[in-house]
């Protein structure tokens, strides 16, 4: 149950306008397009689970304001806090755990299973980012 719970916190994180804010805190367009151009590091067209991970543990990292590997109190995004009290009377969410639960999430928008995101796949993460805004 409680890695369900986390899980849970990890999708509305990656998912969440945090995770697609550049550094200077400019929006990033919510499509394909603009997924790979903030995420698709080697330019190929498509992300990979590496790319997808590095992108969203940068996002981690910005959230991260002490520099701890956790995220508590006000570091967690508001819409994040009540699934992280569910998780742990801590309200926390480590980088360890987060880092973990990413392959589940990359994994659910890879649905011809060839280790990339692209095309239909980048569209239908597209929408889910729209969707969790």
Same mark, same amino acid.
């Given at each position: 149950m409680k890695r369900c719970i986390l899980l849970v916190a990890v999708v509305l994180l990656c998912l969440s306008p945090l995770a697609l804010a550049k550094t200077k805190n400019?929006?990033?367009?919510v499509t394909p397009e603009g997924l790979l151009k903030r995420m698709d590091r080697d330019g190929d067209g498509?992300?990979?689970?590496?790319? #997808?991970?590095?992108?969203m543990i940068r996002r981690f990292a910005q959230a991260d304001a002490d520099r /701890? @590997?956790?995220l508590r109190g006000a570091e967690i995004p508001a819409h994040l806090v009540p699934?992280?009290?569910a998780e742990n009377p801590q309200h926390e969410i480590t980088?360890?755990? #987060?880092?973990d639960a990413l392959r589940p999430v990359f994994d659910s928008f890879d649905t011809?299973? /060839? @280790?990339?995101?692209?095309?239909a796949e980048l569209e239908a993460l597209a929408q889910a980012r729209r969707a969790a805004k």
């Open positions: 400019e929006p990033v367009a498509k992300l990979s689970f590496e790319e #997808y991970r590095n992108a /701890d @590997g956790v699934t992280a009290r980088m360890d755990a #987060y880092g011809d299973r /060839d @280790g990339y995101l692209a095309g």
